[in-house]
């Protein structure tokens, strides 16, 4: 089972930072405390997870509802997700205009190769999917918007990794490792010869790293100049995606896909400085 945010400790202000609120640092943790397939947590449960104290968070889920980011059920005594938290997300997606430009892509590419296409952005130590198209094969990976995925492991979070400056790279994988732990070594080795993939194809790779049955090519999407980096990637089973397959078929057709989108992106990103 890969970690997930709700494994993170309390948020701590940046130093002596003045302009951090605290509260609203907590408020955020006990909505991302929530994990997949988790549909109710109680008050107890919550601290446990975010290590902020119990009279605290019955506080914040209090507040929480009232605001309608949780829902209370009274006979469970525990909380789950509220409409509120699903506004925010939607409104957020609906002001991506790059997922606009970006689907008909990803969608013509998922058709022609029957693999999962997607794009993607980091949020801590996971990649998010923002899109998603499929093929329509029998061997489909079946993620969807939302969908995570590490950051360590997968091809387009380690093609995430090669499109930053190195200085921010070398924070992030400080950061990575500690998340990781003892499990870091080994994943540093396969993010190192991410890069050196990157280095000499343009792309990466992540050969049944993620998961034992899926193989997967990714590149970064490097937008404004290097302002904002994303993702895309294509995957699929381990069965039809050899190593052959993936560096010389997949992998150059998607760093054509990436091309068109940022040339269409381009004039947008023009006009709106």
Same mark, same amino acid.
């Given at each position: ?13 940046? /130093? ?23 549909? !109710? ?15 605290? $968070?019955?506080?914040?889920? !209090? ?15 525990? !909380? ?8 925010? #997300?939607?409104?957020?997606? &609906?002001?991506? #205009? ?8 990803? *969608?013509?590419? &998922? ?13 801590? %130590?996971?990649? $998010?999917?923002?899109?998603? @198209?499929?093929? %329509? ?8 918007? /939302? ?12 093609? +995430?990794? @090669? ?6 790279? *070398? ?6 490792? $500690?998340?990781?732990?003892?499990? +870091? ?7 190192? *010869? %991410?890069?050196?993939? !990157?280095?000499?194809?343009?792309? @990466? ?28 990637? @294509? /995957?699929?089973? %381990? ?11 997949? /992998?150059?057709?998607?760093?054509? $896909?990436?091309? *068109? ?6 004039? =947008?990103? =023009?006009? &709106?400085?």
């Amino acid at each position: 089972m890969q970690p997930t945010d709700s494994d993170a400790e309390e948020p701590q202000p940046p /130093g002596k930072d003045r302009n951090f609120v605290t509260a609203l640092a907590r408020g955020l943790e006990l909505l991302r405390a929530f994990g997949t397939g988790e549909e !109710y947590l109680g008050n107890a449960e919550l601290s446990n997870r975010t290590a902020i104290p119990r009279p605290t $968070v019955s506080r914040l889920t !209090y507040t929480l509802t009232q605001l309608g980011y949780l829902q209370h059920n009274t006979h469970l005594e525990k !909380y789950r997700l509220g409409p509120g938290v699903l506004a925010l #997300g939607y409104r957020f997606l &609906a002001n991506m #205009g790059i997922r606009e430009v970006a689907r008909p892509y990803l *969608q013509k590419f &998922a058709d022609a190769t029957d693999c999962n296409v997607s794009l993607g952005s980091a949020d801590r %130590s996971d990649m $998010v999917y923002l899109e998603t @198209c499929h093929g %329509s094969g029998p061997l489909i990976i079946r993620l969807d918007v /939302g969908s995570r995925l590490p950051i360590a492991t997968s091809a387009i979070g380690r093609a +995430w990794l @090669c499109g930053l400056p190195t200085a921010r790279r *070398q924070q992030l994988m400080h950061e990575l490792a $500690v998340f990781h732990g003892s499990d +870091w070594p080994a994943l540093e080795a396969g993010i190192h *010869q %991410s890069l050196r993939d !990157y280095a000499e194809y343009g792309f @990466c790779l992540s050969e049944q790293d993620w998961q034992r049955d899926i193989s997967a090519v990714a590149m970064p999407l490097i937008l404004e100049d290097g302002a904002e980096v994303m993702a895309i990637n @294509c /995957g699929g089973s %381990s069965l039809r995606l050899d190593h052959d397959r993936l560096v010389n078929n997949l /992998g150059p057709r998607l760093k054509e $896909v990436a091309e *068109q989108i940022k040339q269409e992106l381009a004039p =947008r990103y =023009r006009s &709106a400085r």
